[in-house]
Each structure stands twice: as C-alpha cells, then as structure tokens.
C-alpha cells in the first residue's frame, strides 16, 4: 500500500508564487525580488534619481524655450 505524500508543496518557483506559505512583506514582493532586496533597492533608487533628473532637465528646458 501507498504512503501518503507529505511532500504537498508544489514544485517551482511558479508553484511557490501560487501556494505562498509566506508571510508579512514576502506576500506582496515577488520570491526573486525578495532574495535580492539589497539589488533591487539600488535598481529602483538609481531609476527614480534618473526619472527625477530627466524632470528637472525637461523643466530647465522648456522654461529657457518659454523666455522671451
């Protein structure tokens, strides 16, 4: 006769994503994100001080167009 799987968690990262046993913040950042917190942080603090430079730059831009 068969024993029971005790093994039920599903295999993969996909089958991770879908049956969380996670809690707190590891349920809103997705596994990979959350294993390299320390890369991601920098990836988005580089990309919004890129965003916020290339605003103020359209800014500066477009008020020297603008002056008489």
């Given at each position: 006769?068969?024993?029971?799987?005790?093994?039920?968690?599903?295999?993969?990262?996909?089958?991770?994503?879908?049956?969380?046993?996670?809690?707190?913040?590891?349920?809103?950042?997705?596994?990979?994100?959350?294993?390299?917190?320390?890369?991601?942080?920098?990836?988005?603090?580089?990309?919004g001080?890129?965003?916020?430079?290339?605003?103020?730059?359209?800014?500066?831009?477009?008020?020297?167009?603008?002056?008489p």
């Amino acid at each position: 006769m068969r024993a029971p799987n005790d093994n039920t968690a599903a295999k993969g990262l996909r089958g991770w994503w879908l049956t969380p046993p996670r809690h707190g913040i590891r349920r809103l950042i997705n596994p990979w994100a959350y294993r390299h917190l320390r890369a991601f942080g920098v990836t988005h603090i580089a990309g919004g001080s890129a965003a916020a430079a290339a605003a103020a730059a359209a800014v500066v831009c477009l008020r020297i167009e603008a002056l008489p």
